[in-house]
């Protein structure tokens, strides 16, 4: 039997695990300090302190171990898929240990599955340079995948699908949203879009109950569709 296609994953996993090495997050002591210091203050809360501090301790850390786990094990597949897109000169720079750092501390702290994803996919995009980005670009999207919430990032999705054409661009903005995420209301998606306009992901440009998004209404600006781009497969 050929065994080519797991060695390579093997092998990928091992590069992936002695890379997060370098990041510190395995270190045994540094896991034991800040578990402790959560624990303590857990501890301190008045009456339900003790049984919280007991659940912290035996399920949060294991919770986020595991978690971590599962995505390297992910990523090392997803590596051994694109071996050959690769850019060999990208894996030893500064930059990219960066990025795989970030993508650590993310999967770390977001349960989300949909903002896991995303960290995967800009490990990914800046294993194979995807776009020729910057290291300065990376480093903002990065900086902006952590401030967005999950509604942001599923509205940025929607937008991109129509603006690309992809379902029918039918019915004004929010009636359309609405019908594939009836659980936003109205007030939410006002929010979330002019969250997204004022952080320059959206254009200016057009109101939310325009009807079917042309000309510039309602798009993702320039720098908005890079960031999709970064945080898509």
């Given at each position: 039997?050929?065994?080519?296609?797991?060695?390579?994953?093997?092998?990928?996993?091992?590069?992936?695990?002695?890379?997060?090495?370098?990041?510190?997050?395995?270190?045994?002591?540094?896991?034991?300090?800040?578990?402790?210091?959560?624990?303590?203050?857990?501890?301190?809360?008045?009456?339900?302190?003790?049984?919280?501090?007991?659940?912290?301790?035996?399920?949060?850390?294991?919770?986020?171990?595991e978690r971590l786990i599962a995505f390297?094990?992910?990523?090392?597949?997803?590596?051994?898929?694109?071996?050959?897109?690769?850019?060999?000169?990208?894996?030893?720079?500064?930059?990219?240990?960066?990025?795989?750092?970030?993508?650590?501390?993310?999967?770390?702290?977001?349960?989300?599955?949909?903002?896991?994803?995303?960290?995967?996919?800009?490990?990914?995009?800046?294993?194979?340079?995807?776009?020729?980005?910057?290291?300065?670009?990376?480093?903002?999207?990065?900086?902006?995948?952590?401030?967005?919430?999950?509604?942001?990032?599923?509205?940025?999705a929607f937008i991109h699908q129509h603006?690309?054409?992809?379902?029918?661009?039918?019915?004004?903005?929010?009636?359309?949203?609405?019908?594939?995420?009836?659980?936003?209301?109205?007030?939410?998606?006002?929010?979330?879009?002019?969250?997204?306009?004022?952080?320059?992901?959206?254009?200016?440009?057009?109101?939310?109950?325009?009807?079917?998004?042309?000309?510039?209404?309602?798009?993702?600006?320039?720098?908005?569709?890079?960031?999709?781009?970064?945080?898509?497969?």
């Amino acid at each position: 039997m050929d065994n080519t296609g797991a060695d390579d994953v093997d092998k990928a996993g091992e590069a992936i695990e002695e890379l997060a090495d370098t990041t510190g997050l395995e270190k045994t002591g540094n896991r034991d300090i800040i578990r402790n210091s959560v624990v303590a203050a857990i501890s301190a809360i008045p009456i339900v302190g003790g049984p919280l501090a007991s659940l912290a301790e035996d399920f949060i850390p294991k919770q986020k171990e595991e978690r971590l786990i599962a995505f390297i094990e992910r990523l090392a597949l997803d590596v051994a898929s694109i071996k050959d897109q690769i850019k060999a000169d990208v894996v030893n720079t500064d930059g990219f240990a960066f990025v795989f750092e970030k993508t650590l501390k993310g999967v770390l702290d977001n349960w989300q599955q949909d903002k896991i994803d995303c960290y995967r996919a800009i490990f990914i995009n800046a294993l194979t340079d995807k776009d020729d980005l910057t290291d300065e670009e990376q480093e903002l999207f990065l900086q902006l995948l952590d401030s967005l919430t999950v509604r942001h990032i599923k509205v940025m999705a929607f937008i991109h699908q129509h603006n690309a054409g992809q379902t029918p661009p039918t019915g004004q903005f929010l009636e359309v949203l609405k019908a594939q995420y009836p659980e936003y209301d109205k007030d939410n998606v006002y929010y979330i879009m002019q969250d997204l306009r004022n952080k320059g992901l959206v254009n200016e440009r057009g109101e939310i109950s325009d009807d079917a998004m042309s000309g510039s209404s309602n798009q993702l600006s320039v720098m908005g569709k890079k960031f999709v781009n970064f945080i898509t497969l």
